[in-house]
Structures are given as C-alpha cells and as structure tokens.
C-alpha cells in the first residue's frame, strides 16, 4: 500500500524566509510523487511531480524538491517565501501500474507572515 | 488552459435528500474523478471514470454513485444524503494515467447535509 506523510498541518514563515514543506512517502515499489497546491477558493494545480528522471525537481512559482531514496522524502522548498505563496500544499503519491490511484496527504496550510 | 467546471460553489441540502453535483471539463479528457477533501483527511478518491458509461470504485465509494453519459460530463449522486457526507467535493480530469499525469481540478463544492 502507498501512503504520505505530511509533518506539520500548518506552517509559518516570514516574507522572504526559506519555505521546507515536509513529505514522506511509502511505497514498495518506486513511486511517482506530486506536489500540489491549493489557494483559496480554488481547486488544485500541479506544482511539481516526480517520475525518476532527476531527483531534483523544478517546479512553478520557485518551488522545487528532491526525491531521497536513502531517507523516503520529497520535501518541498522555495529559497524565499512570497506572500502569495500562502495557500494549502498537499503531497501526493502514486506508482506504475497503480491504475489512476493517486494517493494524498492531510495537507499542510502556510501562512506568510509580512 | 484546462477548464474543469463544477456546477455549484455551495449547496445546502437535508438528510435523505437525493443530490446531484455536476462536473464538466472543455479538454476531451479521457478520465474523470470525484474527491472529497476533509480537514485533517486530505484527498480521498471516491469514483473515477476512464471512459464514457465506464466507472470504477475508488477508495470510499459507499453512500455515492456516478454517472457519466457523455465524455465531458461526470455527475456525482448521493442517493440519500446523510450528515456524515457533509465536505468539500472535488472534481478532477486527465487526458492519461492519472499516476503519471497531471490532474486538473474543479474549484470544489461544499456540500452541507443538515
């Protein structure tokens, strides 16, 4: 079974500050992983997704996040937090073969502080 | 740009009520999905679709059911709606796999079940 592990529901940074969302995934075999993001009153949309071609991950906005084997993680940074970056963040994951089952995590809601 | 639609933002219904929520995407994808999103509980597949008249159960089916009679159109019932199925819902499309391709998300509607 595949799951996701989000640390922390809520995160707070200030303007300008690094943003380190945390996801750790299980799965037995090697996983595709997502990051997602959700600003208010909105539906979500593809930051960033992982398929084994690079480890690091470049994504939308300035985000990016590296794939660790070695430590099952995936998580999420942007060297500088922008006020607008303050929206609902969710991993997710997934595998081949496993048939449009895209597994998410509880989220974890960042607040931007000026 | 995708555009997922979803009919409704906010609908307020009561127990046993017979509830329709609508989902429309202008992209001929092939797959569709319903998602509830719980706080604390992220992301939960409840149906999805891969193909015109074609379903499958995805993680918390009970209480529901779907319907899709053209391609652009995936329809969500709650043949008798019940407190507990009070959440946001979510529509998503894909043109593949949806573990390897990005999903594209509806802006969601509460439902509340009184």
């Known amino acids: 079974a595949q799951s996701v592990t989000q640390l922390g529901s809520h995160v707070s940074v200030s303007e300008g500050a690094l943003v380190l969302l945390r996801c750790n995934y299980s799965?037995?075999?090697?996983?595709?992983l997502f990051w997602y993001v959700q600003y208010p009153n909105q539906g979500l949309q593809l930051l960033l997704k992982?398929?084994?071609?690079?480890?690091l991950v470049k994504g939308i906005n300035g985000f990016e996040a590296e794939f660790k084997k070695s430590e099952t993680s995936f998580h999420l940074t942007k060297p500088s937090a922008h006020m607008s970056d303050a929206a609902e963040y969710f991993c997710?994951?997934?595998?081949?073969?496993?048939?449009?089952?895209?597994?998410f995590g509880t989220g974890t809601k960042l607040q931007v502080i000026p | 740009d995708v555009k997922v639609t979803q009919s409704s933002r906010y609908l307020v219904k009561r127990t046993g009520e017979k509830v329709f929520l609508e989902c429309v995407q202008d992209?001929?994808?092939?797959?569709m999905f319903w998602y509830r999103q719980d706080p604390g509980l992220g992301l939960r597949l409840i149906y999805f679709?891969?193909?015109?008249?074609?379903?499958e159960k995805g993680d918390i089916p009970e209480g529901y059911s779907v319907s899709r009679e053209k391609k652009e159109r995936f329809s969500l019932i709650l043949e008798s709606a019940s407190t507990n199925q009070t959440s946001m819902y979510l529509c998503?499309?894909?043109?593949?796999?949806?573990?390897?391709?990005?999903?594209?998300f509806g802006s969601g509607t509460q439902l509340s079940v009184l």
């Open positions: 799965s037995s075999v090697p996983p595709y």
């Open positions: 998503a499309s894909s043109w593949g796999d949806a573990t390897n391709e990005k999903l594209f």
């Open positions: 997710a994951v997934a595998y081949s073969g496993g048939y449009q089952k895209v597994t």
């Open positions: 992982y398929t084994s071609a690079a480890t």
């Open positions: 992209m001929d994808h092939e797959n």
């Open positions: 679709s891969y193909d015109v008249k074609m379903k």
